[in-house]
């Protein structure tokens, strides 16, 4: 019998430019992703739609006040949100649809429908787009696969975290590039079931670890440390909030390679790393997506 997918639902806000990252801010605690890009009809300074996706039925209650309280500090009107659910099968057909392979440096990404080989050369990941966060398309995604790339022609790992794992695509591909165990969490237990089974398809399974952690609170991230590698690919935020702990779990020598920023959030993830003694080493950029690649 076929397994029922949760739902997915979409939630939109059109609001005016200045308010565009506030209103961003709002509604990431209800979602699992959040972008944002300017209305085809409107110049820089006009109005914005901000997108949330959400894999549980929204809490409107909730989301409203949230909405209403950065209205009142930007004095504007509180924005109606736009809320929809997105029909499972359609999702996914469309997603298929529209993921041709990707290569990213060293990494052929494809789903199960790729009926080619895998170039010459390449390490080959097998992700289905729609079944988790993260298939490679993204650019978050695809500036961690480049970040990793980078990092595998300069040194060797030993001990990777996938922090906020999503399909897993990250820990598979630390996995393929450096014969090591790595650990892959994320706060999403579907999410973590997804990584298991990917990793298990790419026969990474005695390679790929998958555990449900809040962050880094959990005894089985706490039981890993230290990391040499440390692969976080969220929000600016939850990244902003977490840097000390990453700094406290990431080895003398490590790197972690942050993703899920915008350019504007640049500064505010690095501020909170440096303050914890961790400086850039390399930033790869993707449109308006920041990848940033710091250490010790």
Known sequence: MAKTLPDIWRIELTVPARTVAAFESALEPFADAV???MNAS????????VEAVVRQTPDRAAIDAALALVAAAFAVAVPEPRI????NTDWLTENLRNFPPIAAGR???HGSHFEGRVPWGRIGLMVDAGTAFGSGEHPTTMGCLLALDWLARRRRFRRPLDMGCGSGILALAAARTWPVRVLATDIDPAAVAVAAFNARRNALAARVAAAVSDGYASRRVHAGRPYDLIIANILANPLTRMSAELARHLAPGGVA?????????ERQVLAAHRRQRLRLLRRFVIGDWHTLVIGR
């Open 257 to 265: 390679v942050l993703s899920g920023l915008l350019g504007r959030q």
């Open 84 to 87: 929809a659910r997105v029909p």
């Open 35 to 37: 972008s944002w890009f």
């Open 42 to 49: 409107e110049d820089e300074e006009g109005e914005w739609t």
């Open 107 to 109: 990494y052929f990404v």
